[in-house]
């Protein structure tokens, strides 16, 4: 009965989580939509606007460590929800900017309240679950991300185009606002703050650190994999985050869509993520194991495949394809890599490892952006951008054959 009662209680956590953190994408791609608008009022090229989004990315770069250890140190549910306020303040001082500078500001506040969301958010859920059941649940939860980026897209397409800019960076914070509240209210850390029995699997491990910052860092320096791991989601999410950014713009341009149709065709290829993000996660955990490493390989070849297909000048039908192909495959590996902290490490240092681990998945977008920007100034194509995009994709799967599964390292 007891055990009935702590899996009830870690499906609502999910639950939650997932609502939560699926609204930080809706204050985070509402940018991309509007780039086009965004460029025509302020006379900017594809490369400065870039550079808004590695504003964005630097502040994220910059507090992932601190994040991930604030959530480790204070509790997730408490850093989350901070994070969030700072967030919606940035979205609305962007909401009310009329020069490149302050808009680079707002970004960084957006930026500095984003960095709270995916450390914390993983360590939440992996709080609430056992290590045979993490990938699945990991999974579940990772839908919201396709689920908040294609509403995020879509919502701010559908505003900015009706209504202007702005509003893209008005009514999506506001609905960042109405669920963090309900968030604080009904989650809790761990089991044992609801007043149910904490898992303890992992007991030794975590006595290696205790509260010991310096400890804390050096279990997660130490582990050679981990380096190996943050490699290969450097290459995914330079692919994944310019792929976020610039197909809106590549289908207004080449395609002459509208913005509010390249916003409906960008929110729609993602959403074979919804079945990919729980499926990975299920198959890594039934099929292969506890193996990420299989379908990491299958994930990143295919990306590398299709991005570089669409540098080709195609159909458009053939192109809405490739890119539903591109949705898929944007959202599988992230949650298998995702799962690595917890795999390699433990519950309680996954916040500091996931930390680590976004260091360098932030670090890429910062590049993405505006390099892919210059690229696209460049060549005068976003076609030659999936060149690009290929490229680099195509160097994460050989980084992935890398990965040690084995053995965990101490």
Same mark, same amino acid.
């Given at each position: 009965?007891?055990?009935? &009662?702590?899996?009830?209680?870690?499906?609502?956590?999910?639950?939650?989580?997932?609502?939560?953190?699926?609204?930080?994408?809706?204050?985070?791609?509402?940018?991309?939509?509007?780039?086009?608008?965004?460029?025509?009022?302020?006379?900017?090229?594809?490369?400065?606007?870039?550079?808004?989004?590695?504003?964005?990315?630097?502040?994220?770069?910059?507090?992932?460590?601190?994040?991930?250890?604030?959530?480790?140190?204070?509790?997730?549910?408490?850093?989350?929800?901070?994070?969030?306020?700072?967030?919606?303040?940035?979205?609305?001082?962007?909401?009310?900017?009329?020069?490149?500078?302050?808009?680079?500001?707002?970004?960084?506040?957006?930026?500095?309240?984003?960095?709270?969301?995916?450390?914390?958010?993983?360590?939440?859920?992996?709080?609430?679950?056992?290590?045979?059941?993490?990938? &699945?649940?990991?999974?579940?939860?990772?839908?919201?991300?396709?689920?908040?980026?294609?509403?995020?897209?879509?919502?701010?397409?559908?505003?900015?185009?009706?209504?202007?800019?702005?509003?893209?960076?008005?009514?999506?914070?506001?609905?960042?606002?109405?669920?963090?509240?309900?968030?604080?209210?009904?989650?809790?850390?761990?089991?044992?703050?609801?007043?149910?029995?904490?898992?303890?699997? *992992?007991?030794?491990? *975590?006595?290696?650190?205790?509260?010991?910052?310096?400890?804390?860092?050096?279990?997660?320096?130490?582990?050679?994999?981990?380096?190996?791991?943050?490699?290969?989601?450097?290459?995914?999410?330079?692919?994944?985050?310019?792929?976020?950014?610039?197909?809106?713009?590549?289908?207004?341009?080449?395609?002459?869509?509208?913005?509010?149709?390249?916003? &409906?065709?960008?929110?729609?290829?993602?959403?074979?993520?919804?079945?990919?993000?729980?499926?990975?996660?299920?198959?890594?955990?039934?099929?292969?194991?506890?193996?990420?490493?299989?379908?990491?390989?299958?994930?990143?070849?295919?990306?590398?495949?299709?991005?570089?297909?669409?540098?080709?000048?195609?159909?458009?039908?053939?192109?809405?394809?490739?890119?539903?192909?591109?949705?898929?495959?944007?959202?599988?590996?992230?949650?298998?890599?995702?799962?690595?902290?917890?795999?390699?490490?433990?519950?309680?240092?996954?916040?500091?490892?996931?930390?680590?681990?976004?260091?360098? &998945?932030?670090?890429?977008?910062?590049?993405?952006?505006?390099?892919?920007?210059?690229?696209?100034?460049?060549?005068?194509?976003?076609?030659?951008?999936?060149?690009?995009?290929?490229?680099?994709?195509?160097?994460?799967?050989?980084?992935?054959?890398?990965?040690? *599964?084995?053995?965990?390292?101490?």
């Amino acid at each position: 009965m007891r055990h009935r &009662t702590v899996g009830s209680s870690a499906n609502q956590i999910l639950f939650m989580t997932w609502l939560f953190y699926g609204t930080y994408y809706i204050g985070r791609f509402n940018f991309s939509p509007v780039i086009p608008l965004l460029r025509a009022e302020l006379e900017i090229s594809n490369a400065q606007a870039g550079g808004l989004m590695a504003f964005f990315f630097l502040a994220y770069t910059i507090f992932q460590l601190p994040a991930g250890y604030l959530g480790d140190r204070f509790g997730p549910r408490k850093v989350l929800s901070v994070g969030a306020l700072v967030s919606i303040f940035g979205n609305l001082i962007f909401s009310q900017g009329s020069s490149y500078t302050t808009l680079s500001i707002a970004q960084l506040i957006n930026g500095m309240g984003q960095a709270a969301g995916w450390t914390s958010a993983v360590k939440l859920v992996v709080s609430w679950f056992p290590k045979s059941r993490r990938g &699945t649940a990991i999974g579940l939860f990772a839908t919201c991300v396709t689920a908040g980026s294609s509403l995020g897209i879509r919502l701010s397409g559908f505003l900015g185009d009706h209504l202007g800019w702005r509003s893209s960076f008005i009514i999506p914070p506001l609905m960042m606002a109405g669920v963090a509240f309900t968030f604080w209210i009904l989650v809790r850390d761990n089991p044992s703050e609801k007043g149910l029995s904490d898992f303890e699997d *992992e007991v030794g491990l *975590e006595q290696q650190f205790k509260n010991d910052t310096r400890s804390r860092l050096a279990v997660v320096l130490s582990n050679r994999t981990m380096w190996v791991v943050a490699l290969v989601y450097f290459f995914f999410v330079y692919v994944q985050f310019g792929c976020f950014v610039w197909i809106p713009t590549f289908l207004k341009e080449s395609y002459a869509m509208s913005v509010d149709r390249a916003s &409906t065709v960008s929110s729609l290829i993602l959403l074979p993520g919804l079945v990919a993000a729980p499926l990975s996660g299920f198959l890594s955990d039934h099929i292969f194991q506890g193996r990420r490493k299989p379908l990491i390989l299958w994930g990143m070849a295919i990306l590398s495949c299709s991005t570089f297909l669409l540098s080709f000048r195609m159909d458009i039908v053939i192109v809405t394809l490739l890119l539903a192909v591109v949705g898929l495959t944007i959202i599988a590996p992230d949650v298998l890599l995702a799962a690595y902290p917890s795999d390699l490490l433990s519950r309680k240092l996954s916040g500091t490892a996931m930390g680590f681990l976004t260091t360098f &998945t932030s670090t890429a977008g910062i590049i993405a952006t505006p390099l892919s920007g210059k690229i696209a100034d460049l060549f005068q194509t976003y076609e030659a951008v999936f060149f690009s995009f290929g490229i680099v994709a195509f160097s994460g799967t050989v980084l992935t054959f890398f990965i040690n *599964e084995k053995k965990t390292e101490k």
